[in-house]
């Protein structure tokens, strides 16, 4: 079975630092790879996503992940948080057939 | 704002009884996604709809059916709640694909709780 794992659950940064969050997932096929966000009180929305071709996919408001096909993983960066930024953010992952799996998610916290 | 309704937002149901939960798909979109987020996890895909018919199930027993209308819009329905059912219950629509999962848009969920 399909599974994702996301290695933090929580991370606090202060604003103007860098963040990463790992994201790896289990399949050796072919991957349709998302990063959802929930800002507080707001729906799940997408952040980026990533089909086919180049591995380094940029979405909105800065955030960029890189597709390591060796690795399996997917990566979320940005290489300067701000206060705004603080959220829940979720990888996902779509094998085959129509659904997504979720990880656990990340809760970032940015301290202004 | 994604166009995605959900009905009701909260509700608090006791063991054994059933609940039906309600989504409105953004307007052009005929498929139709549940999921199920308990606390602290991420959202677990319990079955889709597509043009009315199940498209696919995830790892949830019968007692969670579902219904698609003609207007693409979608319950949700549990029978013989149990303390576990507890859970934020999200639905998502999307661009009419039928069969590979692209995008998602979310609503915001209706949140049961069983007592």
């Known amino acids: 079975a399909q599974s994702v794992s996301q290695h933090n659950h929580h991370v606090i940064l202060s604003e103007a630092a860098s963040l990463e969050l790992g994201c790896n997932y289990s399949?050796?096929?072919?991957?349709?790879l998302f990063w959802y966000v929930q800002y507080p009180g707001q729906h799940l929305q997408l952040l980026l996503k990533?089909?086919?071709?180049?591995?380094l996919v940029k979405g909105i408001k800065g955030f960029e992940a890189e597709f390591i096909k060796s690795k399996f993983s997917f990566n979320l960066r940005k290489p300067s948080v701000q206060w705004s930024d603080t959220a829940e953010y979720f990888c996902?992952?779509?094998?085959?057939?129509?659904?997504?799996?979720f990880g656990a998610g990340t809760i970032l916290r940015v301290k202004s | 704002e994604t166009g995605v309704t959900q009905s009701p937002t909260h509700l608090i149901k006791t063991r054994g009884q059933q609940v039906t939960l309600r989504c409105s798909s953004q307007?052009?979109?005929?498929?139709v996604s549940w999921y199920q987020q308990a606390l602290g996890q991420g959202p677990q895909f319990i079955f889709q709809?597509?043009?009315?018919?199940?498209?696919g199930r995830g790892n949830f027993p019968p007692r969670f059916s579902g219904l698609q209308f003609p207007n693409y819009s979608s319950e949700l329905n549990v029978n013989a709640l149990e303390l576990d059912d507890s859970a934020l219950y999200l639905c998502?629509?999307?661009?009419?694909?039928?069969?590979?999962?692209?995008?998602?848009?979310f609503g915001e969920g209706s949140r049961l709780t069983v007592l």
């Open positions: 998502a629509s999307s661009f009419p694909s039928g069969g590979t999962t692209g995008e998602l848009f």
């Open positions: 399949y050796g096929g072919t991957v349709n």
């Open positions: 990533y089909f086919s071709g180049d591995p």
């Open positions: 996902a992952v779509n094998a085959r057939g129509n659904k997504l799996v």
């Open positions: 307007s052009g979109h005929n498929t």
């Open positions: 709809y597509y043009r009315e018919e199940e498209n």
